[in-house]
């Protein structure tokens, strides 16, 4: 298994503190949390010589790819910015949000399921243009009527999109119910990567492993 860190823990003064991580440790950036400064200043210095790799977690804040209102060209410049950054540092994957916490009706459902998955594809096509992977997160809320798609429906995606991957947060899978054995199964080899941590079932408390409710002995199982 290769293990990566999350610089959510390292933004802003703290980003030098990256640079203490051994370098067979990998790194996943958030890219809207870090401007081109940043990446001038500090990408090259954290990233070379990183024998565990590196990925990028693409834009989400205030983009919520569900809105079929979505404006178009904010995200394409949103997501031409990620995958640039990504290609000049060689990232193995950029890693997507399909949606957000619903708030809508229930009778627009359809609709914020269909932009979604019309938004993914355009997100692919750029994708591939820049030669980096595109994994498709599973999403998972406390609240059941902020779930938009189901395990069904996620599976669905990948079917309809060949091109794209799935990367499972395990957090976000345990706040769903996912059935993680099952979603595996039927995902084979479009499994990229996953997301590690860990909450009681009811929030999303990104807790270390063995902190919350979440059965890690069947993942240990599952992944061996």
């Known amino acids: 298994m290769k293990l990566a860190v999350s ?3 390292f ?7 990256l640079a203490e991580i051994p ?7 958030f890219v809207e949390f870090g401007d081109d400064y940043l990446w001038e200043s500090w990408g090259n210095r954290l990233l070379e010589g990183r024998a565990g790799g590196f990925s990028v977690h693409g834009p989400y804040q205030n983009l919520d790819l569900a809105d079929p209102c ?9 997501f031409r910015r990620a995958f640039s950054i990504a290609r000049r540092f060689g990232a193995r994957y950029l890693v997507l949000h399909p949606n957000a916490p619903y708030q809508g009706e229930d009778r627009m459902r359809p609709e914020a399921k269909e932009a979604s998955f019309r938004h993914i ?7 591939k243009e820049y030669g980096v992977p595109l994994c498709v997160e599973n999403m998972g ?3 059941p009527q902020e779930q938009l798609f189901d395990m069904k429906e996620y599976l669905e995606i990948l079917e309809r999109a060949q091109d794209v991957y ?3 947060d395990v957090g976000k899978l345990h706040l769903a119910g996912w059935d993680l054995e099952m979603l595996t199964k039927a995902l084979g080899n479009r499994v990229m990567a996953y ?7 009811r929030e999303d408390q990104h807790l270390q492993i063995g902190a919350g409710s979440f059965d890690w002995d069947l993942f240990r199982r599952i992944y061996r």
């Open 23 to 29: 370098p067979d440790t990998g790194l996943e950036f």
């Open 141 to 143: 809320y406390g609240n």
């Open 195 to 201: 997301h590690l941590h860990d909450n009681n079932g």
């Open 166 to 168: 799935s990367l499972i």
């Open 121 to 127: 594809c355009m997100i692919s096509r750029w994708a």
């Open 11 to 17: 933004l802003g003064v703290d980003t030098p503190l």
């Open 70 to 78: 979505l404006g178009e060209r904010s995200m394409e410049r949103s």
């Open 7 to 9: 610089n959510l823990n």
